[in-house]
């Protein structure tokens, strides 16, 4: 069974820094793209990075040079589980929001697993 459990959110003021965790359990993630996931009320679930298991990253615009993503996978293969960092820096007020991790595939990191785990609140406010 797949499961995701994130952690790290919290509430800073703008310019502040942050860093998302997730422990990914169920697969073994170190064969999937991995992304970090921005849901703010009324809006969909949309990426903010992502890594393949290439190592390649991307991100959203608004986000470059400001949050890093990076993973590390289990030397173990029979442990099926990894995690998954997002180092958030000059936190702004649109970085608001509740943050998600899943596997994620194509272009358009769609996610993989519905599993979703309960997320993470990053707040940012003066």
């Known amino acids: 069974q797949v499961q995701f459990v994130e952690s790290g959110g919290a509430v800073v003021q703008p310019g502040g820094s942050l860093r998302l965790s997730c422990e990914a359990s169920g697969r073994d993630f170190s064969l999937y793209g991995m992304a970090w996931y921005r849901q703010v009320p009324g809006k969909q679930r949309d990426m903010v990075a992502g890594?393949?298991?290439?190592?390649?990253?991307?991100?959203?615009?608004?986000?470059k040079d400001r949050f890093t993503i990076s993973r590390v996978n289990t030397k173990d293969p029979d442990l099926l589980q990894g995690t998954l960092y997002l180092q958030m820096n000059n936190l702004n007020t649109n970085d608001t929001g509740l943050y998600y991790c899943?596997?994620?595939?194509?272009?358009?990191?769609?996610?993989?697993?519905?599993?979703w785990g309960q997320g993470t609140q990053v707040t940012v406010s003066s």
């Open positions: 899943n596997a994620g595939m194509g272009d358009t990191w769609f996610p993989m697993f519905d599993s």
């Open positions: 890594i393949r298991a290439g190592g390649k990253t991307s991100y959203q615009d608004s986000v």
